[in-house]
């Protein structure tokens, strides 16, 4: 497990307590939007690592890696099935609840928020580490482009 965002100053844990507090202080769109971008993709993770038994409660608390992540990735894969391609007209979301920008505009915001200074550039630093852990666990660069059903999510957690 690993508890880092990536390149990020911060932990998991950290992240996740600081950035519910930057929503006070976020003064633009975009930081905002980069906020609950960031929220939603932490309870996505959430629901899809399910209870984690070292810390007796649910949710996303580290970066799986080793048989975890093999494990999680292979449940995620399974339910996801063999189309990685996003189908427009499907009824999946292709955009997290709380946020007001799309998985792929939310892509391009990492890269805004990263130039940016001091809290800013450390949110970009986080949500590009958990686009990174997300597309892995999809199967690759760019395969995480549309969010999971509730049904599919609950039987990845129960793996």
Known sequence: MTETFGESEWTVSDA???VHELRRIAEGDREYDAI???????????????????????????????????????????VRGPNTAWDPSSNRMDQPVNAAVTLAEGRELVDWMEARPAWERQVGLCLRALYSYLDQLYGGPGLFNQLLTPLERERVAAR
Do not use: I, K, M, N
């Open 16 to 18: 996740r307590e600081l």
């Open 36 to 78: 609950e971008l960031f929220l939603a993709l932490c309870e996505y993770l959430d629901e899809l690592h399910g209870t984690d038994p070292a810390r007796g409660r649910y949710g996303f608390g580290s970066f799986y890696t080793g048989p975890q992540f093999e494990q999680l990735a292979a449940a995620v894969r399974a």
